[in-house]
């Protein structure tokens, strides 16, 4: 299932979140929002029964579940390559096999498992489809996970639409958008390689 998952498009993903997660969670919260009209809870209710399908939520659920194949296929890989002798050891010092995953196994992942964690954050940053599909393309910036929201890529797309001049205010802003993201990227890989590097052990 897991590799099925990982062939899946993302666009497919974004009509999924349009067409499927969007509106259960909009009939969620607006079900919510209607059993505390009148309440003391009033304004709360009446803002939950202005939810839409399109919110950071929906579009950080799905992206979620898109990222789960890149997550636990480097997950196995790295606790994989633990050796099988520092199992071994761990059972014949007389450990449990729950022991030994947590205090022999988990500590000798950990760190590859971190360098996985913050790729696929990475990977996350320059998604666009569904965003665009599931969370809007409003850009604004709030903490709100049922506000519309967008992201970098969906304005660097959104600005260079149509035939723009190299000097234009639109296209300049693309560029800038552009180098951001690509520095906030480079730093998490960089942060990443660095985790990797510093906590790997070397095994004969």
């Given at each position: 299932?897991?590799?099925?998952?990982?062939?899946?498009?993302?666009?497919?993903?974004?009509?999924?979140?349009?067409?499927?997660?969007?509106?259960?969670?909009?009939?969620?919260?607006?079900?919510?929002?209607?059993?505390?009209?009148?309440?003391?809870?009033?304004?709360l209710?009446?803002?939950?029964?202005?939810?839409?399908?399109?919110?950071?939520?929906?579009?950080?659920?799905?992206?979620g579940?898109?990222?789960?194949?890149?997550?636990?296929?480097?997950?196995?890989?790295?606790?994989?390559?633990?050796?099988?002798?520092?199992?071994?050891?761990?059972?014949?010092?007389?450990?449990?096999?729950?022991?030994?995953?947590?205090?022999?196994?988990?500590?000798?992942?950990?760190?590859?498992?971190?360098g996985?964690?913050?790729?696929?954050?990475?990977?996350?940053?320059?998604?666009?489809?569904?965003?665009?599909?599931?969370?809007?393309?409003?850009?604004?910036?709030?903490?709100?996970?049922?506000?519309?929201?967008?992201?970098?890529t969906?304005?660097?797309?959104?600005?260079?639409?149509?035939?723009?001049?190299?000097?234009?205010?639109?296209?300049?802003?693309?560029?800038?958008l552009?180098?951001?993201?690509?520095?906030?990227?480079?730093?998490?890989n960089?942060?990443a390689?660095?985790?990797?590097?510093?906590y790997r052990q070397?095994?004969?």
């Open positions: 299932m897991l590799e099925v998952l990982a062939g899946v498009p993302t666009v497919v993903y974004g009509f999924f979140a349009a067409l499927t997660v969007g509106p259960a969670f909009r009939e969620f919260f607006n079900g919510i929002g209607a059993q505390l009209v009148g309440g003391p809870l009033d304004g209710g009446q803002y939950l029964m202005l939810v839409q399908n399109q919110m950071a939520l929906v579009a950080g659920g799905v992206m579940i898109m990222l789960i194949p890149f997550v636990s296929s480097l997950s196995d890989d790295i606790i994989n390559a633990v050796p099988q002798s520092l199992r071994d050891g761990s059972y014949a010092m007389g450990a449990t096999k729950s022991e030994t995953v947590k205090r022999v196994l988990l500590p000798a992942a950990l760190p590859g498992v971190a996985a964690m913050l790729l696929a954050m990475s990977r996350a940053i320059g998604e666009t489809m569904i965003v665009t599909m599931a969370a809007g393309l409003a850009a604004r910036l709030t903490l709100n996970p049922l506000d519309t929201v967008t992201t970098v969906v304005q660097i797309v959104t600005l260079l639409t149509g035939d723009q001049e190299f000097d234009s205010p639109k296209t300049l802003a693309a560029f800038g552009g180098l951001t993201l690509f520095l906030v990227t480079l730093a998490l960089i942060v390689q660095r985790i990797v590097q510093t070397q095994y004969d």
